[in-house]
Each structure stands twice: as structure tokens, then as C-alpha cells.
């Protein structure tokens, strides 16, 4: 990716951080609601990670970033998994309430499985990323300058807003986070956005041409 494009990029997923509280006082309270447009939002974004992630495993060379690509794959399958409520909103919904319709992934018949199956794959993944070296590309990423940091950034905030829109605040500040549920899902939405963003760029970091590299390629 394009420098100028990347930062630029980052640009606007803070800006759009920041417009998340603005933004929940005025949207709708169902577009918040479990199966809502911006959960359904949330899945496809994640949906799109893993799509990229498989992409660059299958058609890349099985080096770090390829590697790093299938690892990532059973990470972007519980996240999304996990914003299904693990397939529970399929089913029609038990009830509804002052925040929509109720999912519970307790009816499921596999959900006592979840727990064990998510913990294999997230092991899975950090031991493939292990034995072929994923953390060493990650380090030359960072040394070379291509880690993504202002995404971190964006995550991080994404995740702070996220547990204010769950009403982990003060009590003073409860009046201030008035649509929460908004407040949360949209910041969710933004920081799975940046999460993507980060990926594509770790993914196809290319490391600085030497001087004297480049000039030899000159001659």
C-alpha cells in the first residue's frame, strides 16, 4: 500500500473514532440491535479480514507474511463467530427487549463445545506462527518501519469506547454515554475496520531497498 494512501487512511478511521459518540446521539437504536445493520456491518468486515488473510496464504510464498496471513485465518473465524453470537442468530430470537430481539448461544447443542474448539485454534495458530518464524517478520516489519502503529492506536481507543458503550464508566458519566449501545457497536465497527487495515499493511510490507542495492540496480 501507498504511503501517502496508508496515512491518509489512518486519517479517517480516527476521524471516524472520534464522530462514533457524536454519531450514536443521532442513529437509530436499532441499527445497535443484535442481527442490526451495524453488526451485520461488523461481520462482513471481519468476514473481508479473513478473506484477505487466506488470500495472501494461498497466493503468496510461504514466507512470514503468508505465514502471518494463516495464522490469522482462525483469529478473523472467532471474531466473527463470535459477533454470530456462535450461530445463535440464525435461530429465531427468544425474545425482545428494550435493546432488541435476545440471542443466547446457550440453546445452541454445540456450545459447551466453543470454548475448547476456540482455544485449539488460537494454539494452532500461535504454533504454526512459531515454528515458521511469523515473529521474526513481525520484528523486521517494526525495525523496517511498516508496523501500523496509529492502527494499534485506533483499536486501542476503539476498545475504550467499546467498554464505555457497555457502561463501565463512572456514574457521573453515565448521562454522557446516553445511546451506549450504539456508542459501542459503532466503536467495535471502527476498530475491526482498523484491525483490517493493519493486516493488509503488515501483510504486504515490502522492506526498504539498501543504497547500495539501488544503486547497483541503477547501473
Same mark, same amino acid.
Given at each position: 500500500?501507498?504511503?501517502?494512501?496508508?496515512?491518509? $487512511?489512518?486519517?479517517? $478511521?480516527?476521524?471516524?473514532?472520534?464522530?462514533?459518540?457524536? =454519531?450514536?446521539?443521532?442513529?437509530? =437504536?436499532? #441499527?445497535?440491535?443484535? %442481527?442490526?445493520?451495524?453488526? %451485520?456491518?461488523?461481520?462482513?468486515?471481519?468476514?473481508?479480514?479473513?478473506?484477505?488473510?487466506?488470500?495472501?496464504?494461498? @497466493? +503468496?510464498? @510461504?514466507?512470514?507474511?503468508?505465514?502471518? +496471513?494463516?495464522?490469522?485465518?482462525?483469529?478473523?473465524? *472467532?471474531?466473527?463467530?463470535?459477533?454470530?453470537?456462535?450461530?445463535?442468530?440464525?435461530?429465531?430470537?427468544? /425474545?425482545?427487549?428494550?435493546?432488541?430481539? !435476545?440471542?443466547?448461544?446457550?440453546? $445452541?447443542?454445540?456450545?459447551? *463445545?466453543?470454548?475448547?474448539?476456540?482455544? *485449539? &485454534?488460537?494454539?494452532?495458530?500461535?504454533?504454526?506462527?512459531?515454528?515458521?518464524?511469523?515473529?521474526?517478520?513481525?520484528? @523486521?516489519?517494526?525495525?523496517? +518501519?511498516?508496523?501500523?502503529?496509529?492502527?494499534?492506536?485506533?483499536?486501542?481507543?476503539?476498545?475504550? /469506547?467499546?467498554?464505555?458503550?457497555? /457502561?463501565?464508566?463512572?456514574?457521573?458519566?453515565?448521562? #454522557?454515554?446516553?445511546?451506549?449501545?450504539?456508542?459501542?457497536? &459503532?466503536?467495535?465497527? !471502527? +476498530?475491526?475496520?482498523?484491525?483490517? $487495515?493493519?493486516? /493488509?499493511?503488515?501483510?504486504?510490507?515490502?522492506?526498504?531497498?539498501?543504497?547500495?542495492?539501488?544503486?547497483?540496480?541503477?547501473?
Amino acid at each position: 500500500m501507498h504511503t501517502k494512501s496508508f496515512v491518509g $487512511l489512518q486519517r479517517v $478511521l480516527l476521524l471516524c473514532l472520534l464522530l462514533c459518540y457524536p =454519531l450514536s446521539l443521532v442513529i437509530p =437504536l436499532a #441499527w445497535s440491535w443484535e %442481527n442490526g445493520i451495524i453488526e %451485520n456491518a461488523q461481520v462482513v468486515v471481519l468476514l473481508a479480514g479473513l478473506v484477505l488473510a487466506g488470500r495472501a496464504w494461498l @497466493r +503468496g510464498p @510461504r514466507d512470514g507474511a503468508a505465514m502471518l +496471513g494463516l495464522c490469522a485465518v482462525p483469529v478473523w473465524f *472467532l471474531l466473527a463467530s463470535r459477533e454470530l453470537s456462535w450461530g445463535a442468530v440464525f435461530l429465531p430470537p427468544l /425474545g425482545f427487549g428494550p435493546e432488541g430481539p !435476545v440471542f443466547s448461544s446457550r440453546v $445452541l447443542p454445540y456450545r459447551p *463445545l466453543v470454548p475448547a474448539i476456540a482455544g *485449539l &485454534l488460537v494454539l494452532a495458530s500461535f504454533v504454526t506462527g512459531w515454528r515458521h518464524g511469523v515473529h521474526r517478520y513481525l520484528k @523486521r516489519v517494526i525495525v523496517g +518501519g511498516g508496523f501500523p502503529w496509529m492502527c494499534v492506536l485506533v483499536v486501542l481507543g476503539a476498545a475504550l /469506547g467499546s467498554t464505555f458503550g457497555e /457502561g463501565h464508566v463512572p456514574a457521573f458519566a453515565r448521562d #454522557w454515554v446516553a445511546h451506549s449501545q450504539v456508542l459501542e457497536e &459503532l466503536c467495535e465497527l !471502527v +476498530g475491526y475496520v482498523a484491525l483490517v $487495515l493493519a493486516q /493488509g499493511v503488515v501483510l504486504g510490507y515490502k522492506a526498504p531497498v539498501k543504497a547500495s542495492k539501488r544503486a547497483a540496480e541503477t547501473v
